[in-house]
């Protein structure tokens, strides 16, 4: 094991310059173990938000890495933003974003927000875009792109909202969003409906009438739901179908709308506004990855090479002299890794199975970016765990930490958390110190290893699978 964290954070290497204080913004989504499409969003939203006025921009998510356990440790600047881009108020802006991140709140975010200091660095978390009235303007313009010329008097207006029954919130944006564009006029009738609870969407045709409908999905990202359960539930083979008599149209989710950029920049630009230096352990990484890769470097299943013109190539390790291999610009370095060879999502990075047939060429001072891209916040945790700074989370306080439907595996025995470990953790080239497995050095001091300081969200719901199958 290392050596007792030290409270004081580690001094910058004395050859590098005093860098400039600056702020990141964390753009948080909630993401998918089965659908990349459920990021795409919130990574279109952060590179919006690159000419925001912050200095780093980067994203974080509930199901995929890095996970919001994570994300802050990945964060250059002591002066963090957190935009949770959900669309509505409720269980996971209220409950999950705020713990999984340190914060001490709990419960409804005031309309400034809310500062803290978590692990040194000032964190100002705002509320999610969704309640923004100019969300009604982006709504109405999702009904126009499927259906540009409807006739108000003959035209019913259904708002889909997820909704939950464990934070009756969750319902207040879907239903100020369908009360302003009824307000508006436009519609001879506006109804807010829900996947997972009443009104429900399954009873749409009772809640419009004979009308014809425009049917707007009021979420952040096109989905699990959005693409597939939706339009199957609902009964719609297409975009615009004719039932009953009746036209029906389907929009595309609000959130995916390019207007949303416009909402987005707006709250970040309202939050506190002061600059801050660079998180000293977050640099003494960076320049321990700077040293590490000049002699090349193995990180899990990449390999890292400096080249004569002072780049670094990056690939799998085993295309190591092949030629042909597809060129690979830093910006969509993170989507072609984050999908293996066959297709499928890769939501947790470090699970084997990365892409072959690729290279990336990335100057010296873009290295920690594309390295994040492949295999997010591994610099920053393995540096921690050479410097004895590495909090390891047991399993025990994880399943504690769980709600909603993950409260169950606060009482999963631990043949079960064993059978989801040797399922899961088997595969992935992280070593679980969270389950009392040794590691000696990591990449950035000479050896392979890849910590995982606690669970992951993929193990914690296979755990929860595993309690919910019926026993032979």
């Given at each position: 094991m290392?050596?007792?964290?030290?409270?004081t954070?580690?001094?910058l290497?004395?050859t590098?310059?005093a860098p400039a204080p600056?702020?990141?913004?964390?753009?948080?989504g909630?993401?998918?173990h089965?659908n990349?499409?459920?990021a795409?969003?919130?990574h279109?939203?952060?590179?919006t938000?690159q000419?925001?006025?912050f200095?780093?921009?980067?994203?974080?998510?509930w199901?995929e890495?890095?996970?919001?356990?994570q994300?802050l440790?990945?964060?250059?600047?002591?002066?963090?933003?957190v935009?949770?881009?959900?669309?509505?108020?409720?269980?996971?802006?209220?409950?999950v974003?705020?713990?999984?991140l340190g914060?001490r709140?709990?419960?409804?975010?005031?309309?400034?927000?809310?500062?803290e200091?978590?692990?040194g660095?000032?964190v100002?978390y705002?509320?999610?875009?969704g309640?923004?009235?100019a969300m009604?303007?982006?709504?109405?313009?999702r009904a126009r792109?499927?259906c540009?010329t409807?006739?108000?008097?003959?035209t019913?207006?259904?708002?889909l909202g997820?909704?939950?029954?464990?934070n009756?919130?969750?319902k207040e944006?879907?239903?100020?969003?369908?009360r302003r564009?009824g307000?508006?006029?436009l519609f001879?009738h506006?109804a807010a409906?829900?996947?997972?609870?009443?009104?429900h969407?399954?009873?749409?045709?009772?809640h419009?009438?004979?009308?014809d409908?425009?049917m707007?999905?009021f979420f952040?990202?096109?989905?699990?739901?959005?693409?597939?359960?939706?339009?199957?539930?609902l009964?719609l083979?297409?975009?615009?179908?004719h039932?009953?008599?009746?036209?029906v149209?389907?929009?595309r989710?609000?959130g995916?709308?390019?207007?949303?950029?416009?909402?987005?920049t707006?709250l970040?630009?309202?939050?506190?506004?002061?600059?801050a230096?660079?998180?000293a352990?977050?640099?003494?990484?960076?320049?321990a990855?700077?040293?590490a890769?000049?002699?090349?470097l193995?990180?899990?299943e990449?390999?890292?090479t400096p080249?004569p013109?002072?780049?670094?190539?990056?690939?799998h390790?085993?295309?190591?002299?092949?030629p042909?291999l597809?060129?690979?610009?830093?910006?969509?370095?993170?989507?072609?890794?984050?999908?293996?060879n066959?297709?499928?999502?890769r939501?947790i990075r470090?699970?084997?199975?990365?892409p072959?047939?690729?290279?990336?060429?990335?100057?010296r001072?873009?290295?920690r970016?594309?390295l994040?891209a492949?295999?997010?916040a591994v610099?920053?945790?393995?540096h921690?765990?050479?410097?004895?700074k590495l909090?390891?989370?047991p399993?025990?306080?994880t399943?504690?930490?769980?709600?909603?439907?993950?409260r169950?595996?606060r009482r999963?025995?631990p043949?079960t958390v064993?059978?989801a470990?040797?399922r899961?953790?088997?595969?992935?080239l992280?070593?679980?110190?969270?389950?009392g497995?040794?590691?000696?050095?990591t990449?950035?001091s000479?050896?392979?290893?890849?910590?995982c300081?606690?669970?992951?969200?993929l193990?914690?719901?296979?755990?929860?699978?595993?309690?919910?199958?019926p026993?032979?």
């Amino acid at each position: 094991m290392p050596p007792t964290p030290d409270p004081t954070p580690a001094a910058l290497p004395p050859t590098l310059p005093a860098p400039a204080p600056g702020r990141t913004l964390l753009v948080l989504g909630h993401g998918s173990h089965l659908n990349a499409d459920s990021a795409r969003a919130v990574h279109a939203h952060a590179r919006t938000l690159q000419g925001a006025g912050f200095d780093e921009v980067l994203t974080g998510f509930w199901k995929e890495e890095p996970s919001l356990r994570q994300v802050l440790r990945t964060a250059r600047y002591r002066e963090v933003t957190v935009l949770p881009a959900f669309i509505s108020e409720g269980y996971f802006t209220e409950e999950v974003i705020p713990r999984e991140l340190g914060l001490r709140h709990q419960g409804r975010v005031p309309d400034g927000g809310v500062t803290e200091t978590v692990a040194g660095r000032t964190v100002h978390y705002l509320r999610p875009y969704g309640i923004h009235a100019a969300m009604t303007g982006v709504l109405l313009d999702r009904a126009r792109e499927v259906c540009p010329t409807w006739t108000p008097e003959r035209t019913a207006l259904v708002v889909l909202g997820h909704g939950t029954r464990r934070n009756p919130r969750s319902k207040e944006a879907i239903e100020a969003a369908a009360r302003r564009a009824g307000a508006a006029g436009l519609f001879a009738h506006a109804a807010a409906l829900y996947l997972d609870e009443p009104p429900h969407a399954t009873d749409w045709r009772e809640h419009t009438g004979g009308l014809d409908v425009i049917m707007v999905p009021f979420f952040a990202s096109e989905g699990w739901h959005t693409l597939d359960t939706m339009p199957a539930e609902l009964g719609l083979p297409g975009p615009v179908s004719h039932l009953d008599g009746r036209a029906v149209s389907y929009a595309r989710p609000v959130g995916t709308h390019p207007a949303v950029g416009s909402v987005l920049t707006r709250l970040v630009q309202e939050a506190p506004a002061r600059p801050a230096p660079v998180d000293a352990d977050h640099a003494a990484a960076w320049a321990a990855l700077d040293t590490a890769a000049e002699g090349g470097l193995d990180v899990g299943e990449l390999r890292v090479t400096p080249q004569p013109d002072g780049t670094f190539a990056l690939h799998h390790a085993a295309d190591a002299g092949t030629p042909g291999l597809t060129r690979v610009p830093l910006d969509d370095l993170a989507a072609w890794t984050g999908r293996d060879n066959q297709g499928e999502h890769r939501p947790i990075r470090t699970r084997r199975g990365l892409p072959r047939g690729w290279q990336a060429r990335v100057p010296r001072e873009h290295l920690r970016a594309a390295l994040h891209a492949v295999y997010p916040a591994v610099t920053e945790e393995a540096h921690a765990w050479d410097a004895g700074k590495l909090l390891v989370t047991p399993w025990a306080e994880t399943a504690a930490r769980q709600s909603g439907r993950y409260r169950p595996v606060r009482r999963a025995p631990p043949e079960t958390v064993q059978a989801a470990r040797e399922r899961l953790c088997a595969g992935c080239l992280r070593t679980p110190l969270w389950a009392g497995e040794p590691l000696a050095a990591t990449f950035l001091s000479g050896g392979p290893g890849l910590p995982c300081a606690e669970a992951c969200t993929l193990l914690v719901s296979d755990v929860a699978h595993l309690l919910e199958a019926p026993h032979p």
